[in-house]
Structures are given as C-alpha cells and as structure tokens.
C-alpha cells in the first residue's frame, strides 16, 4: 500500500514538472492581469510581451508560478495522505463491522443456550413431578 502511494505522488510531481518545463502556464497577477508563459516567454491577450516587462516584473510573475505551483504539489501531497488515511478508515470501518457481527452471532448463540436451558429445566421439573406422582 505505501509503495501504491509513493508511484502515486511521483506521478504527480513528475506531471507538475513538465508542466512547468515546456508547457503553457497561466498566471493571473493581483492586479488581474493575466499572462501566459510558454517556457521564458510571457504573452498577455496573445500578444508576446517578453520584451516589455521589466526584470521586476518577469520575476515577480514566476514567483507567483512558483508559488501556485508549490501549493498545488502541497495539495496533491495532502490529497494522498487524505485518501490513505481514508483507506485506513475504510478498513478499520469493515473490521468493527465484521467484529460486530461476531459478537451479535456469539449473543445470539448464549441465547439460544439459555432457553435451551430453561425448556430443559422446565422439562426435567415436569418429569420430576411426573415421577413423584407415580
């Protein structure tokens, strides 16, 4: 189960990063404006402006690539800690179950042993009187 896990969360950095290498990122700065990169160049409305946006900027916009993409491998991770710990519970869940229906057989049985021994109490009690008349 935990190396199901670990091929889990390698597939997915490995899908975040060729996203990040060769593929086309969108970003949304807080001023709402939105860029796309494709690999070093920024395009914004279609429009390549690599050229136009100053050093700040360029590293301003990758920071905040960055840092969503940092987030969504940090929710991926904790997405697959969620899902096994809901596995476990998932188990522990079917375990209970199972152990109760155990117990409910084992009372059920007591039970069924204990009028067992109340009718044959009864019986011998009849056969007793039966006896002490003859």
């Given at each position: 189960?935990?190396?199901?896990?670990?091929?889990?969360?390698?597939?997915?950095?490995?899908?975040?990063f060729?996203?990040?290498?060769g593929s086309?990122?969108k970003?949304?700065?807080?001023?709402?404006?939105?860029?796309?990169?494709?690999?070093?160049?920024?395009?914004s409305?279609?429009?390549?402006?690599?050229?136009?946006?100053?050093?700040?900027?360029?590293?301003?916009?990758?920071?905040?690539?960055?840092?969503?993409?940092?987030?969504?491998?940090?929710a991926?991770?904790?997405?697959?800690?969620?899902?096994?710990?809901?596995?476990k519970a998932?188990?522990?869940?079917?375990?209970?179950?199972?152990?109760?229906?155990?117990?409910e057989?084992?009372?059920?049985?007591k039970?069924?042993?204990?009028?067992?021994?109340?009718?044959?109490?009864?019986?011998?009690?009849k056969?007793?009187?039966?006896?002490?008349?003859?």
């Amino acid at each position: 189960m935990k190396r199901h896990s670990i091929l889990k969360l390698a597939s997915v950095f490995t899908f975040v990063f060729c996203l990040s290498c060769g593929s086309t990122e969108k970003v949304i700065t807080p001023e709402g404006k939105v860029y796309e990169l494709k690999g070093s160049k920024f395009y914004s409305n279609g429009e390549e402006v690599t050229a136009t946006l100053s050093g700040e900027e360029k590293s301003k916009i990758n920071q905040i690539l960055e840092d969503r993409l940092k987030l969504e491998k940090e929710a991926a991770k904790r997405k697959a800690e969620l899902e096994e710990a809901q596995k476990k519970a998932e188990a522990a869940r079917k375990k209970a179950e199972k152990k109760q229906k155990a117990l409910e057989k084992e009372i059920k049985a007591k039970e069924k042993a204990r009028e067992d021994f109340f009718k044959a109490q009864e019986k011998l009690k009849k056969k007793t009187e039966k006896y002490q008349k003859r």
